[in-house]
């Protein structure tokens, strides 16, 4: 009943730019914490960004003062800006999501993934 679509990504050179959005639909009463993964092949899936409905955010060491996580409460949509790209950056991104339910619990979501390519 929860989806989340995202979009953004694609091929840039090594030193640009991509901003990536994740909007989630359905049914739910709203988004406790919304957050960035990614996965390059034959490696884990692993944090990339995370950010809490309060505006908190965490980051992986290897993204931190490159990406910002960000989100917009009213249309439930996170962002993830990326600058200064690299080609270690080269991964396929998800987008997460624990939802809060209308009944009280607590669920999680992902998204379908999204290929950054970083060329040089």
């Known amino acids: 009943q929860v989806q989340l679509v995202e979009s953004g990504g694609g091929l840039v050179q090594a030193g640009g730019s991509l901003r990536l959005s994740c909007a989630a639909s359905?049914?739910?009463?709203?988004?406790?914490?919304m957050g960035w993964y990614r996965q390059a092949p034959e490696k884990q899936r692993d944090l990339v960004a995370a950010?809490?409905?309060?505006?908190?955010?965490d980051y992986a060491d290897s993204v931190k003062e490159r990406f910002t996580i960000s989100r917009n409460n009213a249309n439930n949509t996170a962002y993830l800006q990326m600058s200064s790209l690299k080609h270690e950056d080269k991964a396929v991104y998800y987008c997460?999501?624990?939802?809060?339910?209308?009944?009280?619990?607590?669920?999680?979501?992902w998204g379908q993934g999204t290929q950054v390519t970083v060329s040089s």
């Open positions: 997460h999501a624990e939802v809060i339910m209308y009944w009280g619990g607590r669920n999680d979501y």
């Open positions: 359905g049914s739910f009463f709203s988004i406790n914490a």
């Open positions: 950010i809490t409905s309060g505006g908190s955010t």
